[in-house]
């Protein structure tokens, strides 16, 4: 399985960033899908999941109202739209696949992980 990440980038707070995941070598239409993020001398945490068919999303209280996940199985894409980016959004995001099709924000209920994509906000 792999999983690409892009869409990364340089961005002035109060910006919008859209970040990419393509997905080849499993049944993606089958399986949850997630964004992680880390920090600098952070843990890595939950940023959005989505379910298989994408009828149910989650989102890390931190980023509700201003990120959007979704996903188009068609093309075995997973997708977040950031807007209203703010400097502690400041991160690698990771794009992650679950082992279920059910949605998990738990890093340990994901089977595989992308390699990341880096977003700096400046101030």
């Known amino acids: 399985v792999q999983l690409q990440a892009s869409g990364g980038g340089l961005v002035q707070a109060g910006g919008s960033l859209r970040l990419s995941c393509a997905a080849s070598?499993?049944?993606?239409?089958?399986?949850?899908m997630g964004w992680f993020r880390q920090a600098p001398g952070k843990e890595r945490e939950f940023v959005a999941g989505i379910s298989w068919g994408g009828g149910s999303m989650r989102y890390a209280d931190s980023v509700k109202g201003r990120f959007t996940v979704s996903r188009d199985n068609a093309k075995n894409m997973l997708y977040l739209q950031m807007n209203s980016l703010k400097p502690e959004d400041t991160a690698v995001y990771y794009c992650a696949m679950g082992s279920t099709r059910y949605l998990s924000s738990a890093s340990g209920s994901m089977d595989y992980w992308g390699k990341g994509t880096q977003v700096t906000v400046s101030s």
């Open positions: 070598g499993r049944t993606f239409s089958s399986y949850a």
